[in-house]
Nanobody, 118 residues
């Protein structure tokens, strides 16, 4: 049973920073990729950033330069460093892991709330 446990969300003022963590129950190399998505009220869940097993990163165009995804292999943890936060970054942030074998399987964390005040 794969478990992804997020932490690090909270309330921050505009311009501030937060770092989210996602701890996986097993080796992160068991996944083809891991990433972060976010969902604001009334909006669809959207990709924030992802990192492949090879370490290749991908970001939503609008977030490049402010958000950074990284990983600690020894801790089976993926991070999302969020800088220069804006009120529009307010959302529930979800950790995602995906495996691609015969079929694609997505695993999700429970989500962590990030609120940016103006």
């Amino acid at each position: 049973q794969v478990q992804l446990v997020e932490s690090g969300g909270g309330l921050v003022q505009a311009g501030g920073s937060l770092r989210l963590s996602c701890a996986a129950s097993g080796s992160i190399f068991s996944f083809n990729a891991m990433g972060w998505y976010r969902q604001a009220p009334g909006q669809e869940r959207a990709l924030v950033a992802s990192i492949t097993g090879a370490g290749t990163t991908n970001y939503a165009d609008s977030l490049k330069g402010r958000f950074t995804i990284s990983r600690d292999i020894a801790k089976n943890t993926v991070y999302l460093q969020m800088d220069s936060l804006k009120p529009e970054d307010t959302a529930v942030y979800y950790c995602n892991a995906v495996t691609r074998t015969i079929r694609v399987i997505n695993y999700w964390g429970q989500g962590t709330q990030v609120t940016v005040s103006s």
